[in-house]
């Protein structure tokens, strides 16, 4: 039996051989050993027991990975105490890689690896052996299983699977801030030996940077990095396994990184002194200027605010911030005059909004500059004394009258003389007109309060020299009041008297209106006229009020006797001189019913004392209105005649056809079959369908034959005729859905020699010959005209 030094036991006994050639171990042979069915005895001998034994002992077998030899790697040998060494055992093996990868000699039992193996791929192999008699092929120890395990070489340099990278670090970091933490992989066999133990080292980025070689953490090495001095890094760094040793795999990654602004700088001005030129006629609010500190940092790190931080040019000018070109905008306030101020001086602070407290060691974070504005003379337009003219002139003064005047100046130096005029566009140029010298403002015709008590014109002055230049003021003229209009009657309605009235009973109380001022109007006076005798039914009492009642100076008023009274009524108003007025009011008499305070005349009562609305009237007429056109519609309908349902143009019976002219014989009875109504059998002959309008008949050839009545009905039995007809008519699809009466009828045997009438033959047409009318006279001449041209119609 054959043992390694690390055997274990298994099912059978097995030698098994190996090679170590990692770490420089000599090759083993395999040494026999007792087992523990064997005993040894003092001469060296051995005495075997025997008893049923496991037959295989082994350990796992190893591989070096990535072996370039030109002969296949020895692995191991397989021994069975069955084998006598006589050739008659033969060893098998399967399973992973057996026979491609794996191979071993069936005499000998040596395993061999045939290929180069990686143990980044597939670490180990899992196998079966198996020892079978070569002649019999009998399985003289059961199938046992086995391991071979690639054994790993430091094969595979560290790798940074997430590089390069990018960070980023503030500006002005402590030594020791930590940046970025890179990780590297080593695929080799961590818990062999030193081929996966990976050391970190920086190659590139010194002395800014550090890294630590366990952690791989990068940290600034380098205090105050200034980022506006330097702002990119470029840091490699570096892996390397055998913890670093000579002979190690290393492998290296790039670190970009970036110094981020913080706020470590105050704006400045680029100058300390500014000078700028402001026209006088710059508009108020408008930009004139702007100014500009610089500021090193970035985004909201460099944003400034601007101020304007002495009076002098604060009240007159000021500042705003533009915060995506960081300018100061300067705008007017109030409107320059250079005339008065030609320069102005402004002191201008531009100040960090952001400051970080970290760097107030610096100092404040802002910056002053001095911005002197000169004032430039302009030629401007002429100057009115005020911004807006109110005047006022009496109603009805004569045209010419002087309202008021209005002043102008030229601002500048040299004083031009000023011209005015109004505005052509206004409506006040018809009433008014002004001095284009001096500003005085006429009336161009007497003005009515009444009509416009306020006027609104637009006074517009130029400098003589220079028209272009204008400018405007708006004038507001009012209109004053006279006492040019007598008061009047508040009411121009009926004044309601009832014939119930008693004397000294208020009928009404009346007030005034004057279209005059309310200084002028707001007092009246009442009484009736002194030339005309005195009232004997009503009389009126002035109330000092501006109001006066109407009183009856009587009873027993009657409407019938007289129903409309007129009073005159003198008002006077309380102006200056006193105006008056006369009106005539209407007093009808009705007899009055009492409703609460509201009094009406009976007449116009009547629907209401009598309790129906308008509505119950309209009701009512409308029941009229429905009954009797209930009684209309059936009283027409009583007369009126029922007609038949369907007329059919086919009906074969008898018709009875009107005409409004002379009638013309057989002509008229074309259109209908007469024949088949009188005989039978030529009804039979000229069986046809009744919805169809027959079509006439012709009867070609030489002769016409002519048939006694006698014969045909010898020849038809009517009886069965009329029994035919009925069984056609049941039959018939065609006749309407409804019981029709069907009429047959013809001549009855009465002479030998037949009936003269024409019905009785039996063509459509009459054979009789006509031309004997012809020798008749001229009173037959028509006649024999019309059976003439019938004659020619049939035979043609």
Request: net charge negative.
């Amino acid at each position: 039996m054959r043992i390694s030094t690390t055997s274990c036991l298994c099912p059978f006994l097995v030698c098994l051989c190996f090679i170590q050639r990692c770490y420089g171990a000599s090759h083993h042979v395999p040494a026999k050993v007792p087992s523990k069915n064997q005993t040894k005895l003092a001469n060296g001998e051995t005495e075997v027991h025997h008893r049923p034994k496991r037959g295989w002992i082994w350990n796992q077998f190893f591989v070096l990975e990535e072996h370039m030899g030109p002969d296949p790697q020895y692995v191991g040998k397989l021994h069975s105490n069955s084998d006598k060494g006589d050739g008659s055992v033969r060893y098998i093996l399967d399973g992973e890689g057996a026979g491609t990868i794996f191979i071993i000699d069936e005499v000998t039992g040596d395993i061999r690896a045939t290929k180069s193996l990686d143990r980044e791929r597939k670490t180990h192999y899992v196998l079966h052996a198996q020892a079978l008699d070569r002649h019999t092929e009998e399985a003289l120890e059961p199938k046992s299983e086995f391991i071979i395990k690639v054994q790993d070489i430091n094969d595979n340099a560290p790798k940074f699977p997430d590089g390069p990278f990018v960070a980023t670090v503030p500006e002005m970091s402590e030594v020791g801030t930590s940046v970025l933490q890179v990780t590297a992989t080593d695929a080799d066999d961590p818990t062999y030996g030193n081929s996966a133990r990976i050391v970190y080292s920086i190659l590139q980025g010194q002395p800014y940077f550090s890294v630590d070689p366990k952690t791989g953490i990068i940290r600034t090495a380098l205090a105050n990095m200034d980022r506006e001095a330097r702002e990119h890094y470029t840091v490699v760094i570096q892996a390397k396994d055998m913890a670093g040793q000579v002979g190690g795999l290393s492998g290296s990654t790039t670190i970009n990184i970036t110094l981020t602004d913080i706020n470590d700088n105050p704006p400045t001005f680029p100058q300390k002194n500014y000078q700028l030129y402001v026209p006088e006629s710059a508009q108020v609010g408008k930009p004139v200027g702007k100014i500009k500190a610089n500021d090193e940092d970035l985004g909201i790190n460099a944003d400034i605010k601007y101020s304007i931080i002495n009076s002098e040019g604060a009240n007159m000018f000021s500042i705003s911030t533009d915060r995506e070109m960081r300018e100061g905008i300067i705008s007017l306030k109030k409107p320059l005059n250079y005339e008065r101020k030609k320069t102005y001086t402004l002191h201008i602070e531009g100040m960090n909004t952001h400051v970080d407290p970290r760097f107030s060691y610096l100092g404040s974070f802002k910056d002053t500059a001095t911005l002197k504005i000169t004032v430039g003379d302009v030629d401007e337009a002429p100057v009115f004394s005020i911004d807006h003219y109110i005047m006022d002139v009496y109603e009805n003064s004569p045209s010419g009258t002087e309202v008021g005047a209005v002043t102008a100046r030229d601002p500048d130096s040299r004083n031009s003389p000023v011209r005015y005029f109004l505005d052509s566009k206004e409506e006040g140029v018809r009433y008014f007109r002004i001095d284009e010298s001096s500003g005085v403002i006429r009336t161009t015709q007497p003005l009515d309060r009444e009509d416009m008590p306020w006027h609104n014109i637009t006074v517009m002055a130029s400098e003589v020299d220079n028209p272009s230049l204008l400018s405007h003021v708006p004038v507001t003229v009012q209109v004053l009041d006279v006492n040019d209009n007598p008061p009047e009657i508040a009411t121009d309605e009926e004044v309601i008297v009832c014939e119930s009235s008693r004397p000294g009973q208020v009928i009404r109380t009346v007030t005034a209106v004057d279209k005059d001022d309310f200084a002028n109007g707001q007092r009246f006076s009442f009484a009736l006229p002194n030339q005309i005798p005195v009232n004997p039914n009503f009389t009126l009492k002035d109330n000092e009020d501006s109001t006066a009642n109407i009183i009856a100076r009587r009873r027993r008023f009657n409407h019938l006797t007289q129903e409309l009274y007129e009073l005159p009524i003198v008002v006077w108003d309380g102006g200056e001189p006193s105006l008056s007025g006369t009106s005539t009011l209407t007093l009808r008499v009705c007899p009055c019913q009492r409703h609460g305070r509201i009094r009406m005349c009976q007449g116009e009562a009547f629907l209401s004392s009598a309790g129906l609305s308008t509505g119950a009237l309209i009701a009512i007429l409308l029941c009229i209105v429905i009954l009797l056109a209930i009684v209309v519609l059936f009283i027409t309908l009583r007369r009126s005649k029922k007609e038949p349902l369907i007329i059919s143009e086919e009906d074969i019976r008898e018709n009875v056809v009107t005409y409004d002219d002379e009638g013309g014989g057989e002509e008229d009875t074309e259109a209908f079959d007469i024949i088949a109504l009188r005989n039978p059998a030529a009804a039979e002959e000229l069986k046809f369908r009744r919805d169809v309008r027959p079509e006439a008949r012709q009867h070609c050839g030489p002769s016409r034959s002519r048939r006694s009545p006698s014969v045909e009905l010898d020849e038809v039995d009517v009886h069965d005729f009329i029994r035919q007809r009925l069984v056609e008519a049941d039959m018939d699809t065609s006749v309407p859905p409804y019981d029709s009466l069907q009429t047959y009828a013809y001549e009855g045997q009465g002479s030998l020699t037949g009936s003269i009438s024409p019905l009785d033959s039996p063509g459509t047409q009459s054979e009789q010959d006509y031309n004997y009318l012809d020798d008749w006279g001229p009173q037959f001449q028509k006649l024999a005209e019309l059976y003439g041209e019938a004659d020619s119609d049939v035979t043609t």
